[in-house]
C-alpha cells in the first residue's frame, strides 16, 4: 500500500497555491511526529529549523552549492538513529556541479573545524588588546586569523 503523504510549506501564496498558517505547520509536524502519516514533503522550509528526530530518510529533489545550506539538510535527519539523505541530481548539468561544489565546501569547513579544534586556545584567541575601531575592523582581522587555521588542502 502507499504511504500516507502530507505535505509541509511556508506561509506565502505562491503560484495561486496558499501558504500553511504557523498553526497548520505546527499541527502538521505534531501529527507527524505522533506516527499519524508517513511521509512529509516539504518545500525549502523544512530545510531549517525543524526538530523531528524521528526523520530517517531526507530525499532532496537538487542540490544546493552551498555548504551551509547542505549542512542544514543533512541535519534534518539521523538524530535519534541512524539517518540517511539522498539528493537527486541530472548526470552532465549544473545540478552535477552544485553537488560537487557543496560536497568540497563542506569537506574544506570540516577541516577549518577540526584544525580549530586542535589547536591550542592560545592560538585562536586573541591575547593583545585590539585597536579601537569600527565592528567591521575587528571582524576583519578576526577573520584573516582564522583563514590562517584554513590553510592548504
Known amino acids: 500500500s502507499l504511504p ?4 509541509f510549506m511556508g506561509q506565502g501564496t505562491r503560484q495561486g497555491r496558499k501558504g500553511m498558517s504557523q498553526k497548520q505547520q505546527g499541527e502538521t509536524l505534531a501529527n ?12 525549502s522550509i523544512a530545510e531549517e529549523g525543524l ?7 531526507v530525499v532532496f529533489y537538487e542540490p544546493v552549492a552551498s555548504d551551509v545550506r547542505l549542512i542544514q539538510r543533512k541535519g534534518r535527519t539521523g538524530r535519534d538513529a541512524p539517518g540517511k539523505v539522498v539528493i537527486l541530481t541530472t548526470n552532465r548539468t549544473m545540478d552535477e556541479r552544485y553537488l560537487w561544489a557543496g560536497m568540497k565546501r563542506e569537506r574544506q ?5 577540526r584544525r580549530l579544534a586542535d589547536a591550542p586556545l592560545e592560538h585562536v584567541v586573541r591575547k ?14 578576526e577573520q584573516k586569523e582564522l583563514a590562517d587555521f584554513a590553510g592548504p588542502g
Open 32 to 43: 507527524f511526529a505522533a506516527g499519524g502519516f508517513t511521509v512529509l514533503c516539504g518545500t
Open 109 to 113: 569547513m570540516k577541516r577549518l573545524v
Open 4 to 7: 500516507d503523504i502530507e505535505r
Open 51 to 57: 526538530d523531528v528526530p524521528q526523520v530517517d530518510l
Open 128 to 141: 593583545d588588546p585590539v585597536d579601537e575601531g569600527t565592528t567591521a575592523a575587528k571582524g576583519a582581522s
